[in-house]
């Protein structure tokens, strides 16, 4: 007898069960190619008319072609095909697309980020504004709910959101509270931030590149919603936090000290001046795109002035990981880190070009699915298609927890069926950044998400368990958020 049999007669050890895990965002985004090619030889495209300025599309305009446009296996200059569908997407555009520009925007931004975090200026300034020893002050939990708020409407903050909980984890906890305050005070703070932002560059800015609208505009409402979701989110926090130090609930995930590899971690006048650059440099990109028109190659030069000055003050500051070739390797490492988010972008591109392009006067599948949409939307009120695109987006989000993948791939579709619906591109463009950013506290793809509750070491069960209630009150106020921008005519 075999061991194996051995083993399973005498009721040895059994094997671990296999766990079920959402696939790859790139193997998804695979399929989707897939499933459009074989889509291009069941369906018939079409294609509308297109007046005004900027071009919309004239409602009723629509017109199938003759036949199915099957795509080739290996494309030509006419046509992307299924086997070069990555490459044409890659390759599609300029300096100024929202494809191949988008791309080189995304890396460059990720690396000047590395190198910012590689100074420990973030880290400090975090550090320096914990409560010590037995200090326990709800107020500081608020203010800081509010800077990481801040940070990822501003400038995306979100997966640096992992290494802020491990710095505040345990100096929580020796405070009295929990790894669910740190939570609070790091995750859904930055994702909150990063939902109703009016300039996020990662995924409001994105967002309104694909759908034709200015970066930044609708700047007036979103600021009012940013503050009104910070708040309540600050003002849940401050309770919870308040109920775990007096002992009116159980804490979860208290670590004491035993991760405390940041403490110690002490604010110089250099950490100081890499902070002032920073928000100098988001003043000066604020400048550049109200009142100059910059877009995507000039924001990105302004972020890489902001990342040579940083090597600079660095360099002379003599910070840790300061030195000339460690600030080139922390820029590496943060363009690597966007890498998958910039191949995201080029595959969704890849995959419009296989159903025939996203312009609305050529044929294309993009546009026969359009029309459909249109007439089914047709038949319910504006306001429920508003809410439609809402939940749509959150949805999708379980597949695609990338908000600039998220945005490349809905928004052209989302864009044009506002046109055609009676819906705002301004409130389209809303609904995919509060769909996609509230539901990254809950999807298992969130690679934030997942690593923030490692760091804090609570359990993804233990998480849910806590968040459902906050998580449907967060989708029900972004509901009413969509009623009344719809109503509002935002």
């Not at 919870?240 to 804490?251: C, H």
């Amino acid at each position: 007898m075999s061991d194996r049999k051995a083993e399973d007669a005498g009721g040895g050890a059994q094997p671990t069960p296999r766990v079920w895990r959402m696939p790859d965002t790139l193997l998804i985004m695979f399929t989707l190619a897939l499933l459009a090619w074989a889509a291009t030889f069941v369906f018939v495209p079409g294609q509308f008319e297109v007046a005004g300025d900027p071009k919309r599309i004239v409602p009723g305009s629509y017109q199938a072609a003759s036949a199915t446009m099957p795509a080739p296996i290996i494309g030509n200059e006419e046509r992307a095909g299924f086997l070069d569908f990555f490459y044409a997407g890659l390759v599609t555009g300029d300096r100024y697309s929202p494809t191949v520009g988008l791309m080189a925007f995304i890396i460059v931004i990720g690396g000047v980020f590395g190198m910012i975090m590689r100074t420990g200026a973030i880290d400090a300034a975090v550090q320096a504004s914990l409560p010590g020893g037995k200090a326990q002050n709800e107020t500081l939990l608020m203010m800081l709910f509010f800077a990481f708020s801040l940070g990822g409407a501003i400038f995306g903050l979100s997966e640096e959101a992992i290494a802020l909980t491990l710095i505040l984890a345990p100096s929580l906890s020796r405070a009295g509270y929990d790894a669910i305050t740190a939570l609070l005070v790091c995750l859904c703070a930055s994702q909150i931030g990063f939902a109703t932002s009016w300039m996020n560059p990662f995924s409001v800015v994105i967002a309104q590149s694909i759908s034709g609208l200015p970066p930044m505009s609708g700047m007036g409402p979103r600021l009012a919603i940013w503050a009104g979701f910070t708040l309540l989110g600050a003002l849940f926090t401050w309770r919870y936090a308040r109920s775990v130090r007096l002992g009116l609930r159980p804490a979860v995930g208290t670590l004491g000290g035993s991760i405390d590899a940041h403490a110690g971690q002490t604010l110089r006048f250099p950490h100081l001046l890499v902070l002032a650059t920073l928000l100098l440099g988001v003043a000066w990109v604020a400048w550049g795109v109200t009142t100059r028109g910059y877009y995507l190659p000039e924001i990105a030069a302004q972020f890489f002035a902001v990342g040579i000055a940083t090597a600079i003050i660095a360099r002379f500051g003599k910070l840790e990981g300061g030195a000339t070739g460690e600030m080139m390797e922390a820029f590496r490492d943060g363009a690597a880190q966007l890498l998958p988010a910039a191949l995201i972008v080029g595959a969704a591109k890849g995959i419009m070009l296989l159903l025939g392009g996203d312009s609305p006067t050529g044929a294309s599948l993009l546009n026969a699915l359009l029309n459909g949409l249109a007439g089914l939307t047709a038949a319910v009120p504006d306001w429920m298609t508003a809410w439609t695109m809402y939940l749509a987006q959150s949805v999708f989000n379980f597949a695609v927890s990338s908000g600039s993948g998220q945005a490349s791939i809905t928004m052209p579709i989302m864009a044009p069926l506002a046109d055609l619906s009676g819906v705002t591109r301004q409130t389209a463009v809303l609904a995919f950044q509060l769909g996609d950013g509230f539901t990254n506290l809950v999807v298992p793809t969130s690679a934030t998400l997942i690593g923030c509750l490692a760091a804090a070491r609570v359990s993804y069960g233990d998480w849910l368990a806590f968040f459902w209630k906050p998580m449907l009150a967060l989708f029900i106020l972004g509901s009413a958020v969509m009623l009344l921008a719809h109503g509002g005519g935002f």
